[in-house]
Nanobody, 128 residues
Framework: QLQLVESGGGLVQPGGSLRLSCAAS????????VNWFRQAPGKEREGVSC????????NYADSVKGRFTVSKDNAKDLVYLQMNNLKPEDTAAYYC?????????????????????WGKGTLVTVSS
């Protein structure tokens, strides 16, 4: 069974950057679409990004477009979420998930539908 572990969270000042990593064991991320989600205290989970299995479609939530970038290191079998120009409202626990893409009108959606495997999350705090 695929197991996912996120890392790279921490405390950062507004305007700063962090790079989160999603690593898998019991399988390879090559076989799955990988999405990132986040959940802030007292708020509902939010889809952040989606990344199809073929890595040909990437999409982001409007709240992070232009600031966050998803990529994959094939040699290390890691999926990264590069987060730049962080804002206090980005404070949340961040989760990666793997499964099948949810495609609407040719674009993947960062939706939990189809995500079969989830990590336990890494905490990102943006504060001065």
């Amino acid at each position: 069974q695929l197991q996912l572990v996120e890392s790279g969270g921490g405390l950062v000042q507004p305007g700063g950057s962090l790079r989160l990593s999603c690593a898998a064991s019991g399988g390879t991320l090559d076989d799955y679409a990988v999405n990132w989600f986040r959940q802030a205290p007292g708020k509902e989970r939010e889809g952040v990004s989606c990344f199809t299995r073929n890595r040909d479609i990437i999409n982001y939530a409007d709240s992070v477009k232009g600031r966050f970038t998803v990529s994959k290191d094939n040699a290390k079998d890691l999926v990264y979420l590069q987060m730049n120009n962080l804002k206090p409202e980005d404070t949340a626990a961040y989760y990666c998930a793997a499964g099948s893409s949810f495609i609407v009108q040719g674009m993947c959606r960062p939706h939990p539908y189809g995500m079969d495997y989830w990590g336990k999350g890494t905490l990102v705090t943006v504060s001065s």
